[in-house]
């Protein structure tokens, strides 16, 4: 850790990782629900268990990507946090609004909106926080004069998921004009913003970590941008297919959002050939693992799964069954959730005290278990899903009598997911057994110190 504000970091990680755990809780009992019968239909019904987990999934990713922007920025801007005081209101704002969402949600106290069910008052908190943020941020970044293209393009995705969030704050009498306007905020966020945030997480990460030329890496990250940009806007259209717009929507989305997985197949060419130039020759060798991973499992989860059901051809089969759970798990998981937990892995040596850089057995048992059990949950959801598309929409079986006939797999969900979460379990034990580090480390203890003739003192 070079500046003393980066701690800052830690405790947004911190909130994060507790959230994640407290999302699979919610996802564990989701699944449950499935294999019935049921003692807590009356009190957590499925709608709100579901809503809470995929609640407390965006709002612990996006205390993710704060956290790891605060520590990131001052790196790359090479100065202290404008205001560390900001930073710590904002997180504090941010964790009353996500506690008191989820009260809410247990309560029905919400827009029933998928993914943003948040009541209006939460809304606005959300906007205040990002305002705080996107300040604070700015302001780091004005003052230090300098600004990188990763942080350059680090920003403009925050800036962008502010803006998307927009559309969310107004309400819609007409159903089909809620629902076209809710795929500006959910579509470009995961395939459009989000994945510059990804991208700039990347570019950051290999830099160090592979110790690659800065020059080169930035230049592929906006090509990669680009690309996301050319396909994603458009790919928004695999979302309209059926709920009420005008036909043409049918082909445009089909065509755009087929082009979407060249930029992940980019991105993962892109980490693959950054690492193997370098080799594992930096220390902390599981932060890369993370890094390769989150590169590798998008391009598995939202590249081949997205595309196996995007063409409207197969999605008037698929659209909102299994098939559909199966690709948001892999897909969220691999692009957001891992990308977040490499920045805290390659941070946490410096940032905590008596860590080996090196990493422990428990994060590779951590980082080993969540991909194989995810790997697991997502041909759970995709075996129960090809088998409800078949009974459901082609033979024509009611909903629930399907549901039985699938129940099977069901149950390598749940074998799968306490694997998983048995890995979680142990990234978690792993980020809090070390003490916060007070203590400025040895800043030539990382790679990128080579790219700067200038020894950089700690302040
Ligand atoms: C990191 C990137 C991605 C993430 C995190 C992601 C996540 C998700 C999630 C959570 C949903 C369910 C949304 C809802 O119903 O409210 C969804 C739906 C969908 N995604 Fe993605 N996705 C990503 C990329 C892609 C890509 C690249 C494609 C296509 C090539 C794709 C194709 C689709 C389609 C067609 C649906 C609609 C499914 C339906 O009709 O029920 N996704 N995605
Ligand atoms: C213990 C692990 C987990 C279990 C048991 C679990 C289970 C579930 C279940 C049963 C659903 C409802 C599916 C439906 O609508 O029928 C769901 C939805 C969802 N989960 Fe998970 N989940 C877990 C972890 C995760 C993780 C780690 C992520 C992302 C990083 C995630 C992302 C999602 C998303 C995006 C949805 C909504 C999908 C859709 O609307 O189709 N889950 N989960
Ligand atoms: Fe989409």
């Given amino acids: 850790m070079r500046y003393r504000s980066q701690t800052v ?103 029933g909106n998928k993914l943003l069910e948040q009541p209006l008052p939460h809304k606005i908190v959300i906007v205040i926080c990002m305002l705080i943020f996107l300040y604070n941020i700015g302001m780091t970044i004005w003052k230090s004069r300098r600004f990188t293209t990763t942080e350059g393009v680090l920003v403009l995705g925050l800036l962008s998921s502010a803006v998307l969030y927009l559309p969310a704050l107004l309400h819609y009498s007409n159903y089909t004009v809620a629902v076209f306007y809710r795929w500006w905020t959910i579509h470009l966020w995961v395939e459009g913003v989000w994945e510059m945030i990804q991208g700039s997480f990347l570019a950051y990460l290999l830099i160090r970590l592979s110790g690659a030329d800065r020059e080169v890496l930035e230049k592929w990250l906006y090509v990669i941008v680009g690309l996301v940009f050319i396909a994603g806007i458009l790919g928004t259209a695999h979302h309209y297919y059926w709920v009420g717009v005008p036909g043409y929507w049918l082909p445009i989305g089909g065509f755009f959002s087929a082009l979407e997985p060249v930029a992940l197949v980019g991105m993962a060419i892109y980490a693959y050939s950054a690492m193997r130039r370098s080799g594992l020759r930096h220390p902390n060798a599981l932060a890369l693992h993370w890094t390769i991973g989150s590169a590798v499992f998008t391009l598995f989860g939202a590249g081949l799964l997205g595309l196996a059901h995007t063409f409207p051809s197969v999605n008037k089969w698929t659209h909102g069954t299994l098939i559909t759970a199966m690709h948001g798990h892999a897909a969220f998981y691999g692009a957001y959730a891992m990308i977040v937990m490499a920045v805290i892995v390659y941070a946490m040596p410096s940032l905590t005290r008596g860590r080996n850089e090196r990493g422990s057995s428990v994060g590779y048992w951590a980082f080993w278990l969540q991909i194989a059990g995810m790997f697991g949950m997502t041909l759970s959801f995709a075996t129960a899903g090809i088998g409800q598309v078949y009974l459901e929409r082609i033979m024509g079986l009611g909903f629930l009598e399907t549901q039985i006939k699938i129940q099977v797999h069901f149950l390598m969900l749940v074998a799968c997911a306490s694997l998983f979460a048995v890995g979680v379990g142990l990234f978690l034990y792993d980020f809090f057994r070390y003490p916060l580090n007070q203590v400025m480390t040895d800043p030539a203890r990382d790679d990128e110190e080579a790219l700067y003739p200038a020894p950089i003192k700690a302040t």
Avoid at 79 to 102: C, D, F, H, N, R
Wanted: charged share 10%; glycine share 8%; hydrophobic share 55%.
């Fill in 9 to 111: 970091a830690y405790w947004y990680f911190a909130a994060a990782m507790v959230l994640f755990g407290l999302q699979l809780v919610f996802g564990l009992l989701s699944a449950a629900k499935y294999l019935g019968p049921d003692p807590l239909l009356y009190i957590l019904p499925f709608d709100v268990t579901k809503t809470i987990h995929t609640n407390l999934l965006i709002v612990w990713v996006l205390c993710g990507f704060m956290g790891a922007t605060y520590w990131i920025v001052p790196d790359e801007s090479r100065t202290e946090l404008y205001s560390v005081k900001l930073a710590y209101i904002q997180l504090i704002l941010w964790l009353i609004m996500g506690v008191t969402a989820i009260i809410g949600y247990l309560f029905r106290y919400g827009t």
